[in-house]
């Protein structure tokens, strides 16, 4: 017997509140694993840059770091 079938099978025996969550998981499941399958597409220097042309990065980098330093304490 196949997972699908054994899948089937056991579904059948649910009653329709476990069954609505056994649908709900199996959506997210889905949802899931059509993220991990996007995200794995994506490489990381695509990721890289975007904040050069920022307000909050403008000026200079070392001044820049102590005032997120200075954040903190």
Known sequence: MSMVERLYEFGRT???SALAELLD???FLQQKNS???SAANVRLVDLAGGLEGSSCFAGDPLAIQEGLRLEWN
């Open 25 to 27: 998981f199996a959506e």
């Open 35 to 37: 993220l991990e399958i």
């Open 14 to 16: 649910l009653p329709p």
